[in-house]
């Protein structure tokens, strides 16, 4: 009905009208794209039948933005790093070229946080981020621009990397939609920072999307060959499904208590699903995902099978420099001295903190294991988790400071290997997003990408920003 060179425009449009709010796009690609849709419009009215087209490039001439720690041909590649800040991409990430061989069209690269390691998409590069919703409010980290372009009608699909919840922080803050696919399935070649040691095993790249229906066609893509470890072309029967629901992580010290109306907006979902597919959702409380953060902190600092230790963040944040010292950078900043954000420095202190208690530490990561064995018992080939995405709404700028561990929600499943669907469930009575997550255990993506298609239907999906 409409040409590829029409889209394309009314996607650029678009971003140059609510950008300058939002902040999302920090480097544009329009020229190269239109020209890229000028090829797709020629190629449709020269080329073979629709069929022929459809299977060899599925994404054929759909927009799609690109988080700015990928490599994106001629985008810069600095991951909110000041001393990268010089730093152009010389090739594509590996999912990038799938999705450009796919027919997609980036746009441009989006924001993130300094060294993709905090919830708050903010550096030294290129600002902060603002949620469409309410722009005194953050979009999440951190693939931060990703869920923030998309939410504001920006682009229709969004490539994210996760390792504690950078993809569904931002879908859920943002109202999308963003899946963590099973561990080791998508490849993360071509990002900076990527993952060495221990944590190849819990850096996961995924989608994010606006409708849920484009999940599962964009991560065909991403996982190429991978692919073949799912079961995407399983069919699902809902009402076969075992439900289980978990409404908070049982009390961490270190965690906010979880938001009267997200406990409102999971219950709707369970109720709905008992009344309509006919299930009996059942409530389970596992007693160790109270110390998520915990196994989390152990795990990500453990050493791999070959004992090799996990990368510093201190190492990472001297990339192009001089070594940093984090207690400096800290004096630094307090005079407005320092090129690093607050929460990276805050990260590099406490790292050294978590290796000084080395048999606590190992015996957090044989919980992790232990609860993993559970989580894995508890689904089975045909169950899924319901769990909150966080345990507040989109906070108020900055103020993340204040909670730095709520990220715990999500970051426990990246230790697990699980894959995970954030799921949109509309706006609460602030008219931010609400949302949930849906877990099932490795390799069984299909049952929470099928449950988040019938939960999109149910409760809406997600709403344009100032809709309401």
């Not at 060495?196 to 599962?216: I, K, N, Q």
């Not at 993340?400 to 954030?422: R, S």
Request: some cysteine; charged content about 20%; overall charge negative.
């Amino acid at each position: 009905q409409v040409t590829c060179i029409e889209v394309v425009e009314a996607y650029v449009e678009r971003i140059k009208e609510v950008n300058p709010l939002i902040n999302a796009v920090v480097k544009d690609r329009f020229e190269e794209a239109l020209q890229e849709a000028r090829q797709v419009d020629k190629l449709l009215s020269e080329g073979p039948g629709d069929d022929c087209l459809e299977e060899k490039f599925p994404l054929l001439g759909v927009p799609i933005t690109v988080k700015e720690a990928f490599s994106l041909y001629g985008m810069p590649n600095t991951s909110g790093l000041v001393n990268r800040r010089n730093v152009i991409a010389t090739s594509d990430a590996t999912v990038v070229s799938r999705l450009k061989q796919a027919g997609a069209i980036p746009l441009g690269v989006t924001n993130c946080s300094e060294l993709c390691m905090w919830y708050e998409s903010s550096n030294r590069v290129y600002g902060r981020t603002n949620n469409p919703y309410d722009l005194q409010r953050i979009v999440g980290g951190s693939s931060g621009g990703e869920g923030s372009v998309l939410a504001a009608a920006c682009s229709v699909i969004g490539v994210g990397s996760d390792i504690g919840g950078s993809i569904r922080m931002p879908a859920f803050f943002n109202g999308v939609f963003g899946h963590k696919p099973t561990t080791g399935v998508v490849p993360n070649d071509g990002q900076f920072p990527n993952a060495h040691g221990v944590r190849t095993s819990y850096l996961c790249t995924g989608p994010m999307c606006r409708y849920a229906e484009d999940l599962e066609p964009v991560l065909r893509v991403m996982a190429g060959p991978g692919v073949n470890k799912l079961k995407l072309n399983e069919k699902v029967s809902l009402e076969k499904i075992k439900f289980h629901c978990m409404d908070h992580d049982g009390g961490s010290i270190f965690v906010s208590p979880v938001d009267k109306e997200i406990l409102q907006a999971q219950k709707r979902v369970v109720e709905h699903l008992e009344s309509d597919l006919g299930v009996q959702v059942q409530r389970v409380a596992i007693h160790k995902m109270k110390y998520s953060f915990q196994i989390w902190s152990a795990m990500m600092s453990s050493k791999d099978s070959e004992g090799q230790e996990a990368q510093r963040f201190t190492d990472l944040l001297g990339d192009h420099g001089k070594p940093v010292w984090p207690l400096w950078e800290l004096m630094k900043w307090l005079v407005g001295m320092s090129s690093h954000t607050l929460p990276a420095i805050a990260l590099g202190l406490t790292e050294k903190l978590v290796n000084l208690n080395l048999s606590g530490k190992a015996k957090l990561v044989s919980m992790g294991k232990s609860l993993q064995e559970e989580m894995e018992a508890l689904l089975g080939p045909d169950g899924v988790l319901l769990y909150p995405s966080h345990p507040t709404i989109a906070p108020k700028h900055h103020s993340p400071i204040c909670m730095p561990f709520n990220f715990a929600y999500t970051a426990i499943f990246n230790v697990l290997g699980l894959p995970v669907t954030q799921c949109p469930l509309g706006l609460g009575s602030e008219g931010l997003p609400l949302g949930i997550q849906l877990v099932a255990a490795a390799y069984n993506d299909h049952l929470t990408l099928a449950v988040a298609r019938y939960l999109e239907k149910a409760f809406g999906g997600w709403v344009l920003p100032g809709k309401v």
